[in-house]
């Protein structure tokens, strides 16, 4: 069974830092689109960061760029998303998502979905 699995959320003060895991489950990344969302309450659901898995190439929203890094590790099986110089903005819940790489570091659409792991930050 394929699964995605987030972990690493919590609450932090403004400022400080988490690292968010997305680890995967009946499948290893070896050529995938991964991409981080969060949903905020009462906002759309915004991507803040993709990777091509098989070289590494991430893009990052305007929102996050600077502070938020992406990174795959652990043999293609764990997708990392290390967020720095938090900021209350940050609050919501974040999501990974993978889909089979065709051509976009960003997939316009994605297959697997983790259930999301909370970020609250603190002002």
């Known amino acids: 069974e394929v699964q995605l699995v987030e972990s690493g959320g919590g609450l932090v003060q403004a400022g400080g830092s988490l690292r968010l895991s997305c680890a995967a489950s009946?499948?290893?990344?070896?050529?995938?689109?991964i991409g981080w969302f969060r949903q905020a309450p009462g906002k759309e659901r915004e991507e803040v960061s993709c990777?091509?898995?098989?070289?590494?190439?991430?893009n990052y929203a305007d929102s996050v760029k600077g502070r938020f890094t992406m990174s795959n590790e652990n043999a293609n099986t764990t997708v990392y998303l290390q967020m720095n110089n938090l900021k209350p903005e940050d609050t919501a819940v974040y999501y990974c998502?993978?889909?089979?790489?065709?051509?976009?570091?960003?997939?316009?659409?994605?297959?697997?979905w983790g259930l999301g792991t909370q970020v609250t930050v603190s002002s």
């Open positions: 998502a993978a889909d089979p790489y065709d051509g976009m570091t960003c997939a316009s659409r994605y297959a697997y």
């Open positions: 009946g499948f290893t990344f070896d050529d995938f689109a």
């Open positions: 990777m091509r898995s098989a070289d590494g190439t991430t």
